[in-house]
């Protein structure tokens, strides 16, 4: 069925890798990564293909270094936009020689591009926020006319989240909300104990309606069970059984130190580079080939792919390496890019785009901020607060009722995200009040600081935006990037169902604080296009590629599958086809899982 | 474009300070970046002397490591006495200086940044100005000043100052120099633990708050997982 070899795989050379593979898999990130894990441990021979570096985060992340190890106090440069210990590597709001432009000089209409350069992409650096789509959010249109609607329904994905949560480990809990789905007994680990403004911001949330739960997060509050979990996610299939089970015993449980965000050493939480290709690279059917940008999806005449051109970007040499099946992985708006890029008789707009709707529909989360002083959270006696390194509760959206009533003003809703306690200093000074404007300095201003530490509160609201005809991208008429390549251009819109929300999010953040007898420093925005981050800020890239019923409104099916080139499949966020306020990492492991499965099936009865 | 950290440098080293900063501070004026968002595709990110998109994560680093500091002797010696004034000695933990806070001062208003850049314009100015008016009324460096009077010249910066009047600039300088130290000096092992910042160590469990805290807070009933 799949090609035979006994030859161990791994990392390879464009002279060292194989003629051909089973499939070729474009990105190592979360999408590349699910991918290539389900179809090695299934059997299939893969070739990844990554444009960053190499990345093991056993060597190189920086567990223990406090802030003052690095330069500026390891505050954000374009360099490093998240923080000089922050995981990305190569990468950022820009990538040398890679560039990307936007048609509007108007900044409200641009969009942000975040990119990484490095084997597990994204993955390294994200949140680990692990949330379900809801029912609601795969039939948005059915529910408010607004958008599309999925052409899968919740439970389509629900055993891939299922099975994704089983292998990454997910900690949280079960809440029984609306919309906010309950995960099956044995899939989640147990949720880190609040911290002590968690519990205070959960306790006065309830005076304002707003509930406060464990988040879901993508980290070991324990061992993975080794000897269940393997024959669940892999029934009759004991080599791959054997290897996960060996593999889950070499990830430890959370120390409880050190933000995520760097990376972990320790394999306690996901990353593609921590969970997927371990595995995926011990089946010996995984070869992965670093430091390539695909550039073209070439197809036969007969109008299948026949594999991928790339280019070697340490010589700028182009090689092509074949397969029976590709997958596209790169990013929603990366594979809209190589798609539009791979012209042909057949596809003369650009592969799989007979729609015209290859880079239409490009998505990101709605985000505002708002920040407040607690008074009852001064003066804390000494405690550790590290914890899960990043959230351990949040708010789902709760107003669901408000909005079907058509009371809010705007038709999709939002989840909140909250920071609070004594983190570690870094290049923020501390907060003192300065009373009446007057910089303070000397004893006074150490006793100040002491007094003040950790009792700041930090909400970030992460809302839905819906579809629209204004937020797209294409080929660039012009520019190309280092090796000639064309690059995109992107068209951005705010519709006044975003700008509503964040205005909400404001005031009922200025609410939250009241509620817990704190401070806020300003008011909150009546117009909410003036809070509102800029698109793309959030890093929840989606849409571009979108799935559909119908072949002319849409650029996949339902199996992620191109309608026009059909050995050609999307396992990134572009198959999105509306983007709930959920974070959508966990939903794009689930799509690429069932997408990885669908590929076995379609190989087995040799239709691809 | 010039770089007024590459050019302003080896100036700053042989030619009279003053005129120094001055020059410095016209070349930096036309060189912030325009495009701090990194959104246009022409701009390549950081300007030339960063440390990069792939740094050695592991690796110590001391300020002059990835960009040549500014600060001439006698500019360093006041800016380490400026830092005592803002954060000094108590029986809990020492002043800025002695934690090297002047030299990560230095390193900030060095770095090849656009928000830095920005800042060493406020500092530069700013030192420039507690320069002038030490030697003026004291008739030394700040550095040699007395204790009363470095004292009596922070406390006329100290207050929020009216917009346009003679001490706008000098109290908008005070507090972004005292905001650096404090960054600087709490972000130190020994600043870390005067906080009270007691994480950053492997732990077997985490246990949340103190049970005491909680009860003291009335969150008890909160307390469901």
Same mark, same amino acid.
């Given at each position: 069925?799949?090609?035979?070899?006994?030859?161990?795989?791994?990392?390879?050379?464009?002279?060292?890798?194989?003629?051909?593979?089973?499939?070729?898999?474009?990105?190592?990130?979360?999408?590349?990564?699910?991918?290539?894990?389900?179809?090695?441990?299934?059997?299939?021979?893969?070739?990844?293909?990554?444009?960053?570096?190499?990345?093991?985060?056993?060597?190189?992340?920086?567990?223990?270094?406090?802030?003052?190890?690095?330069?500026?106090?390891?505050?954000?440069?374009?360099?490093?936009?998240?923080?000089?210990?922050?995981?990305?590597?190569?990468?950022?709001?820009?990538?040398?020689?890679?560039?990307?432009?936007?048609?509007?000089?108007?900044?409200?209409?641009?969009?942000?591009?975040?990119?990484?350069?490095?084997?597990?992409?994204?993955?390294?650096?994200?949140?680990?926020?692990?949330?379900?789509?809801?029912?609601?959010?795969?039939?948005?249109?059915?529910?408010?006319?607004?958008?599309?609607?999925?052409?899968?329904?919740?439970?389509?994905?629900?055993?891939?989240?299922?099975?994704?949560?089983?292998?990454?480990?997910?900690?949280?809990?079960?809440?029984?909300?609306?919309?906010?789905?309950?995960?099956?007994?044995?899939?989640?680990?147990?949720?880190?104990?609040?911290?002590?403004?968690?519990?205070?911001?959960?306790?006065?949330?309830?005076?304002?309606?707003?509930?406060?739960?464990?988040?879901?997060?993508?980290?070991?509050?324990?061992?993975?069970?080794?000897?269940?979990?393997?024959?669940?996610?892999?029934?009759?299939?004991?080599?791959?059984?054997?290897?996960?089970?060996?593999?889950?015993?070499?990830?430890?449980?959370?120390?409880?130190?050190?933000?995520?965000?760097?990376?972990?050493?320790?394999?306690?939480?996901?990353?593609?580079?921590?969970?997927?290709?371990?595995?995926?690279?011990?089946?010996?059917?995984?070869?992965?080939?670093?430091?390539?940008?695909?550039?073209?999806?070439?197809?036969?005449?007969?109008?299948?792919?026949?594999?991928?051109?790339?280019?070697?970007?340490?010589?700028?040499?182009?090689?092509?390496?074949?397969?029976?099946?590709?997958?596209?992985?790169?990013?929603?708006?990366?594979?809209?890019?190589?798609?539009?890029?791979?012209?042909?008789?057949?596809?003369?707009?650009?592969?799989?785009?007979?729609?015209?709707?290859?880079?239409?529909?490009?998505?990101?989360?709605?985000?505002?901020?708002?920040?407040?002083?607690?008074?009852?959270?001064?003066?804390?006696?000494?405690?550790?607060?590290?914890?899960?390194?990043?959230?351990?509760?949040?708010?789902?959206?709760?107003?669901?009722?408000?909005?079907?009533?058509?009371?809010?003003?705007?038709?999709?809703?939002?989840?909140?995200?909250?920071?609070?306690?004594?983190?570690?200093?870094?290049?923020?000074?501390?907060?003192?009040?300065?009373?009446?404007?007057?910089?303070?300095?000397?004893?006074?201003?150490?006793?100040?600081?002491?007094?003040?530490?950790?009792?700041?509160?930090?909400?970030?609201?992460?809302?839905?935006?819906?579809?629209?005809?204004?937020?797209?991208?294409?080929?660039?008429?012009?520019?190309?990037?280092?090796?000639?390549?064309?690059?995109?251009?992107?068209?951005?819109?705010w519709s006044e169902h975003e700008t509503r929300q964040a205005a909400h999010m404001q005031r009922t953040f200025a609410d939250w604080v009241e509620a817990m007898g704190g401070v806020n420093h300003r008011k909150p925005a009546d117009d909410g296009s003036k809070v509102i981050e800029p698109g793309g800020k959030v890093i929840?890239?989606?849409?571009?590629?979108?799935?559909?019923?119908?072949?002319?409104?849409?650029?996949?099916?339902?199996?992620?599958?191109?309608?026009?080139?059909?050995?050609?499949?999307?396992?990134?966020?572009?198959?999105?086809?509306?983007?709930?306020?959920?974070?959508?990492?966990?939903?794009?492991?689930?799509?690429?899982?069932?997408?990885?499965?669908?590929?076995?099936?379609?190989?087995?009865?040799?239709?691809? | 474009?010039?770089?007024?950290?590459?050019?302003?440098? #080896?100036? $700053? /080293?042989?030619?009279?300070? +003053?005129?120094? &900063?001055?020059?410095? *501070? @016209?070349?930096?004026?036309?060189?912030?970046?325009?495009?701090?968002?990194?959104?246009?595709?022409?701009?390549?990110?950081?300007?030339?002397?960063?440390?990069?998109?792939?740094?050695?994560?592991?690796?110590?680093?001391?300020?002059?490591?990835?960009?040549?500091?500014?600060?001439?002797?006698?500019?360093?010696?006041?800016?380490?006495?400026?830092?005592?004034?803002?954060?000094?000695?108590?029986?809990?933990?020492?002043?800025?200086?002695?934690?090297?806070?002047?030299?990560?001062?230095?390193?900030?208003?060095?770095? #090849?940044? $656009? /928000?830095?850049?920005?800042? +060493?314009?406020? &500092?530069?100015?700013? *030192? @420039?100005?507690?320069?002038?008016?030490?030697?003026?009324?004291?008739?030394?460096?700040?550095?040699?000043?007395?204790?009363?009077?470095?004292?009596?010249?922070?406390?006329?910066?100290?207050?929020?100052?009216?917009?346009?009047?003679?001490?706008?600039?000098?109290?908008?300088?005070?507090?972004?120099?005292?905001?650096?130290?404090?960054?600087?000096?709490?972000?130190?092992?020994?600043?870390?633990?005067?906080?009270?910042?007691?994480?950053?160590?492997?732990?077997?469990?985490?246990?949340?708050?103190?049970?005491?805290?909680?009860?003291?807070?009335?969150?008890?009933?909160?307390?469901?997982?």
């Amino acid at each position: 069925m799949f090609r035979g070899s006994d030859t161990k795989m791994a990392f390879v050379t464009p002279s060292t890798a194989a003629e051909s593979y089973d499939v070729i898999v474009v990105g190592s990130g979360a999408a590349g990564g699910q991918a290539a894990y389900t179809l090695t441990m299934e059997g299939a021979k893969v070739l990844m293909i990554e444009a960053g570096r190499n990345y093991d985060p056993r060597t190189e992340t920086p567990m223990f270094q406090t802030n003052n190890m690095a330069p500026l106090r390891a505050t954000a440069t374009p360099d490093k936009p998240y923080g000089y210990y922050d995981a990305t590597v190569g990468g950022g709001w820009d990538v040398p020689g890679e560039p990307y432009t936007n048609a509007s000089d108007e900044e409200s209409r641009q969009f942000m591009w975040y990119r990484a350069r490095m084997l597990g992409g994204r993955t390294n650096h994200w949140a680990r926020h692990a949330l379900r789509n809801g029912p609601y959010d795969f039939k948005p249109k059915s529910r408010d006319g607004l958008g599309f609607d999925w052409p899968i329904s919740y439970q389509d994905v629900a055993p891939y989240y299922d099975k994704v949560e089983m292998l990454i480990g997910v900690y949280g809990t079960n809440d029984g909300l609306e919309n906010t789905p309950d995960s099956p007994e044995g899939c989640l680990l147990p949720p880190p104990r609040a911290r002590i403004g968690e519990l205070l911001a959960r306790q006065r949330g309830r005076r304002i309606g707003v509930p406060v739960i464990p988040i879901r997060r993508a980290v070991l509050t324990r061992p993975l069970d080794h000897q269940s979990i393997p024959p669940k996610l892999h029934p009759g299939n004991p080599k791959a059984q054997r290897i996960l089970a060996e593999d889950m015993q070499n990830r430890a449980a959370c120390f409880w130190a050190t933000s995520c965000g760097r990376g972990c050493a320790i394999r306690a939480n996901y990353q593609s580079t921590t969970v997927h290709l371990p595995p995926a690279l011990a089946t010996g059917n995984l070869d992965i080939l670093v430091g390539a940008m695909v550039r073209e999806v070439p197809l036969d005449t007969a109008g299948r792919a026949t594999g991928v051109v790339y280019i070697d970007k340490a010589t700028g040499s182009e090689h092509r390496a074949g397969a029976r099946v590709v997958v596209l992985a790169g990013s929603a708006c990366e594979t809209v890019r190589l798609m539009l890029n791979s012209k042909s008789n057949r596809c003369p707009s650009g592969l799989g785009n007979s729609s015209g709707l290859v880079g239409k529909y490009i998505m990101d989360t709605v985000g505002a901020g708002w920040g407040g002083q607690i008074p009852l959270l001064e003066d804390l006696p000494l405690h550790n607060e590290d914890g899960a390194g990043g959230l351990h509760v949040y708010s789902p959206w709760w107003l669901y009722k408000e909005q079907r009533a058509g009371k809010l003003g705007f038709a999709r809703g939002y989840h909140v995200e909250f920071g609070t306690g004594r983190g570690m200093p870094g290049a923020n000074a501390p907060y003192v009040p300065d009373e009446g404007g007057r910089t303070r300095f000397g004893a006074g201003l150490k006793e100040d600081a002491r007094r003040y530490y950790g009792s700041q509160i930090f909400f970030s609201g992460r809302g839905e935006m819906i579809p629209n005809d204004d937020s797209y991208c294409e080929i660039d008429p012009k520019a190309v990037d280092r090796w000639g390549v064309p690059v995109l251009r992107f068209h951005w819109k705010w519709s006044e169902h975003e700008t509503r929300q964040a205005a909400h999010m404001q005031r009922t953040f200025a609410d939250w604080v009241e509620a817990m007898g704190g401070v806020n420093h300003r008011k909150p925005a009546d117009d909410g296009s003036k809070v509102i981050e800029p698109g793309g800020k959030v890093i929840h890239e989606v849409g571009g590629t979108i799935m559909g019923a119908e072949a002319s409104r849409s650029v996949t099916n339902s199996w992620s599958q191109t309608w026009d080139v059909r050995n050609v499949y999307v396992a990134d966020g572009g198959v999105f086809a509306s983007n709930a306020d959920k974070n959508p990492t966990l939903t794009i492991m689930a799509l690429a899982w069932r997408t990885a499965d669908r590929i076995l099936d379609e190989m087995r009865r040799g239709n691809v | 474009m010039s770089d007024p950290r590459s050019s302003g440098r #080896p100036l $700053a /080293a042989r030619m009279d300070r +003053r005129l120094a &900063i001055k020059w410095m *501070l @016209a070349a930096s004026a036309g060189a912030l970046l325009a495009d701090p968002l990194g959104l246009s595709a022409a701009a390549p990110g950081a300007g030339p002397g960063g440390y990069g998109k792939d740094p050695d994560l592991l690796k110590e680093h001391k300020p002059g490591d990835y960009w040549p500091l500014t600060f001439s002797e006698g500019v360093r010696r006041d800016v380490a006495a400026l830092c005592d004034i803002a954060i000094p000695a108590d029986d809990r933990s020492p002043s800025a200086s002695s934690l090297g806070v002047h030299d990560f001062i230095d390193e900030w208003v060095s770095a #090849p940044y $656009a /928000a830095q850049a920005k800042d +060493r314009k406020v &500092i530069l100015e700013g *030192l @420039a100005w507690v320069d002038a008016q030490s030697r003026k009324r004291f008739g030394s460096a700040f550095s040699d000043a007395t204790s009363e009077q470095r004292l009596s010249l922070c406390g006329e910066m100290a207050p929020a100052a009216p917009a346009g009047s003679e001490l706008e600039d000098p109290s908008r300088f005070f507090r972004r120099f005292r905001n650096l130290t404090m960054a600087g000096f709490f972000s130190t092992p020994a600043g870390m633990k005067d906080l009270g910042y007691v994480g950053n160590v492997p732990l077997p469990r985490f246990e949340g708050p103190p049970a005491d805290l909680v009860e003291k807070l009335g969150l008890t009933g909160e307390v469901t997982w």
